[in-house]
């Protein structure tokens, strides 16, 4: 955990934890939300068949990515998942979405 820290830049146990617990919140959450955006969108497996579960997780990405820093900020740890989704989606190649100063 030590590691971790280090890593994340943190430096109590309970802020580790806090993290942990918006990461659930926010994966259970985003999967629960999934099926009525899925239903709204009128995207159904009959309809779509084998590509239903891809086309869901398209829709889980974004969706995850809003709640994470909307539950990070919930419970205090804006500045933590802000820095967090900027870093990932430097990763994947959206990093022109963030101006640097």
Known sequence: MEKLKQRWGIQSNFQLTI???VFAITGSASAMA?????VWLGI??????FFFTPIRLLLIFPL??????????????FTFFWQFEKKLLRQIGLGFLFKEK
């Open 19 to 21: 993290i942990f617990i």
């Open 34 to 38: 999934s099926k009525p955006v899925c």
């Open 44 to 49: 159904t497996k009959d309809d779509f068949g």
């Open 64 to 77: 995850y990515q809003v709640l994470l820093v909307s539950i990070g900020f919930l419970f205090g740890q």
